[in-house]
Each structure stands twice: as structure tokens, then as C-alpha cells.
């Protein structure tokens, strides 16, 4: 798989337009000039960031995956205990971590829910992160369709089911359990978003 950088697309973008100027001056290049390639960026906390992303790239299609927040919480709990202490220059207690793990959830999750509503139609698709593990090649079918992109997703059936196979020995992170008192704040912190994604 090639990694798209800015660089690679916008010496494309170049490429394609010296190409479109030869083609006005008679020299034929086909019916259209080729596109330069897409970027898919995945990033949770560009959940935060959808109206910057639109103002950006008006163009741009959006897909949130979401879970259940006590499964957000858990995962992130786990990031921060393995990888936040290489940027620490304090040791903070496990309180400021859960706190910092709930004001950043609450910070993405109402950011993205009050400029949703700006992404026009078709342009934007959610998913349960359940639902794209037990059926993953449904939901890409639901996301293709959705973007319009229904001729290119049939091109890239085969591709798509033989990755799905080579996930077969993948294993999750297994994350700690969340005690009585924890999950109880989390519940309570989270209530809103668990209620609008359908959770209990």
C-alpha cells in the first residue's frame, strides 16, 4: 500500500494540470485527465475538528465510528497507561487521567455533535464500531453507496474480503475492568452522547 503524503498529491495535482495545458494545445490525453488520489486521514480527535475540516475541504466526506462510551473509556485508560508516560513531566494520579480521559470525550463528542448538521447530505455516514466487526464488508458497502460510490466498491469486492480474511488471527487489546465507582461516573458524565448513539 502506497502512503499518500501531501507531498505525493500535490506534485500530482501539478503533474495533471501541465498534462490538462498540453491537451489545450492539441495534444490529446483521453476523455478526462486522471485524478490525483484521495487522502483518508483517521484521527479521533479530529472528531473535535468538523468545521475546520469543512472550511478546508468543503468536498470532504466524513465517517464517524463510534462504540460504547465505558468501551471508549476503557481503551483510552489504556493508551494513557501505555503510552502517555513517555510525554509526562509530572506523574499525574489516576483521578487527572480519568478526568482528562472524560473533559477530552466531552470536548470531541460536543463539537462534533453541534456541526454535524453543517455536512451536506450524503457526505457524512455513522457507524457502530460493533456493527463494522461483525460485518465489516456490509457496512463498506453501506459507506460506498452512501458516497455514491457503488461501481467502485464492486471493483474492489474481491479486495476488501481477502483483507477481511487476513484479520482472522487479529486480537484486541484486552482492557481492565472499570470498578462499580468509575463505571458509575462515566454513566453519568457520558449519559447524553451514550443516549444519542443508542446505548445503555
Do not use: C
Not at 62 to 90: C, G, K
Amino acid at each position: 500500500m502506497r502512503k499518500v503524503t501531501y507531498r505525493y498529491v500535490r506534485t500530482n495535482r501539478v503533474r495533471n494540470r501541465n498534462h490538462n495545458q498540453r491537451g489545450q494545445h492539441g495534444v490529446s490525453h483521453g476523455d478526462q485527465a486522471p485524478q490525483p488520489p484521495m487522502l483518508l486521514i483517521k484521527s479521533p480527535v479530529h472528531t473535535a475538528r468538523l468545521g475546520i475540516w469543512l472550511r478546508l475541504y468543503p468536498r470532504a466526506r466524513f465517517i464517524f465510528i463510534h462504540r460504547h462510551p465505558l468501551e471508549v473509556f476503557q481503551s483510552a485508560a489504556n493508551m494513557a497507561d501505555t503510552y502517555y508516560w513517555y510525554t509526562y513531566l509530572q506523574r499525574p494520579t489516576d483521578q487527572v487521567t480519568n478526568d482528562f480521559i472524560m473533559d477530552q470525550y466531552d470536548i470531541m463528542y460536543k463539537s462534533y455533535m453541534s456541526e454535524r448538521e453543517r455536512v451536506p447530505a450524503g457526505r457524512l455516514v455513522e457507524v457502530g464500531f460493533s456493527e463494522l466487526e461483525s460485518d465489516p464488508l456490509g457496512v463498506l458497502r453501506r459507506i460506498y453507496h452512501q458516497f455514491g460510490w457503488d461501481e467502485q466498491y464492486d471493483m474492489l469486492t474481491s479486495r476488501f474480503r481477502s483483507y477481511v480474511v487476513s484479520l482472522a488471527d487479529f486480537k484486541k487489546n484486552h482492557f481492565n475492568s472499570l470498578s462499580p465507582d468509575v463505571e458509575a461516573v462515566i454513566r453519568e458524565r457520558w449519559a447524553e452522547s451514550s443516549k444519542a448513539l443508542g446505548y445503555t
